[in-house]
Structures are given as structure tokens and as C-alpha cells.
Nanobody, 123 residues
Framework: QAHLIESGGGLVQAGGSLRLSCAASGRTISNHAMGWFRQAPGHEREFVASINWVGNTQYQDSVKDRFTISRDNAKNTVYLQMNSLKPEDTAIYFC?????????????????WGQGTQVTVSS
């Protein structure tokens, strides 16, 4: 399993931007699908975005056209660029890795998880 560490969270005003990073160690992620999930207080963890080994992506409908997932295999890192943030985007954001190359929106198809980074969007 990969060891994943998220960074880049913080407090931002509505309409602002943040860029989350997920640095992987322990194994190369270049041939693996990666995903971002989030969990708001009192809610279940939900899918945000994922990227497969060749860079194809999928998004939750509520973040399409605002969030962009990308990967830098040379740095063994995945990113989530979040623009036009809304208060409802407030959550802990988690990075996750699959053991296979194709992406998924299902939590139970990811086998490595980071500890999460807090994103708070004020109105």
C-alpha cells in the first residue's frame, strides 16, 4: 500500500481557490488510479474526483467545471485544484489510491488513504 500525505487545505472565502496536494511514498503511483474524496461534519465520505493512469478523469457533478484533478508521476503526487469554492465545499478532503490503473468513484475500491486535510469555505 502507498503512504499518502495531503496538504494545501485551509480557510478561504467563497469564490476563492485552493490547491490540494497528495504526496505518495512507499510505492510509485504512476500505474495506479488516484482519487479525492471529502467528508463534511455529519455526512458520509463522498467521491469528488478521480484520475486513471493515463490522465483520464471523472468528477462528482457538483464540482465539475470548478475542480481539476491532475497528477505528476515524476513527483509521485496528485493534485486537486479547486476554484470558485462554495461554503458547501467545506469538508475534510482525503486522497486515496487504487491498486489498479482504472479510476473509480467507489470508496471501497481504494486501498490506501491519507489522513485528510481540512478545507473551510466562509460565506
Amino acid at each position: 500500500q502507498a503512504h499518502l500525505i495531503e496538504s494545501g487545505g485551509g480557510l478561504v472565502q467563497a469564490g476563492g481557490s485552493l490547491r490540494l496536494s497528495c504526496a505518495a511514498s512507499g510505492r510509485t503511483i504512476s500505474n495506479h488510479a488516484m482519487g479525492w474524496f471529502r467528508q463534511a461534519p455529519g455526512h458520509e465520505r463522498e467521491f469528488v474526483a478521480s484520475i486513471n493512469w493515463v490522465g483520464n478523469t471523472q468528477y462528482q457533478d457538483s464540482v465539475k467545471d470548478r475542480f481539476t484533478i491532475s497528477r505528476d508521476n515524476a513527483k509521485n503526487t496528485v493534485y486537486l485544484q479547486m476554484n470558485s469554492l462554495k461554503p458547501e465545499d467545506t469538508a475534510i478532503y482525503f486522497c486515496a489510491a487504487r491498486s489498479v490503473a482504472y479510476y473509480s468513484s467507489l470508496l471501497n475500491e481504494y486501498d490506501s488513504w491519507g489522513q485528510g486535510t481540512q478545507v473551510t469555505v466562509s460565506s
